[in-house]
Nanobody
Framework: QVQLVESGGGLVQAGGSLRLSCAAS????????MGWYRQAPGKQRELVAT???????NYKDSVKGRFTISRDNAKKMVYLQMNSLKPEDTAVYYC????????????????WGQGTQVTVSS
């Protein structure tokens, strides 16, 4: 049973920082991509940042220069350092992983955490 568990969300004033963590656990053979998405009230879930296993990263334009994604493959964890937070960053942040449980020759599946609330006040 694969699970992704986020932590680190909370309340912060505009301009402040938070660091989100996500731990993947369960019967995991290998992880391809890991990342973070977010969903604000009344809006679609959107990509925030992703990190491929080879090291390439991808960021939503509005967070470039403020957020940094990193991962620890040995620990099966991914992090999101969020600096210079803005009220528009307020959302539930979801951890994401594309992984296989049966080997690289088996299909990769997408898994999601339950989310952690980030609220940025002005």
């Amino acid at each position: 049973q694969v699970q992704l568990v986020e932590s680190g969300g909370g309340l912060v004033q505009a301009g402040g920082s938070l660091r989100l963590s996500c731990a993947a656990s369960g019967r995991i053979f290998g992880i391809s991509d890991m990342g973070w998405y977010r969903q604000a009230p009344g809006k679609q879930r959107e990509l925030v940042a992703t990190s491929a296993s080879g090291g390439s990263t991808n960021y939503k334009d509005s967070v470039k220069g403020r957020f940094t994604i990193s991962r620890d493959n040995a620990k099966k964890m991914v992090y999101l350092q969020m600096n210079s937070l803005k009220p528009e960053d307020t959302a539930v942040y979801y951890c994401y992983a594309r992984l296989t449980t049966g080997g690289w020759s088996t299909p990769l599946d997408d898994y999601w955490g339950q989310g952690t609330q980030v609220t940025v006040s002005s």
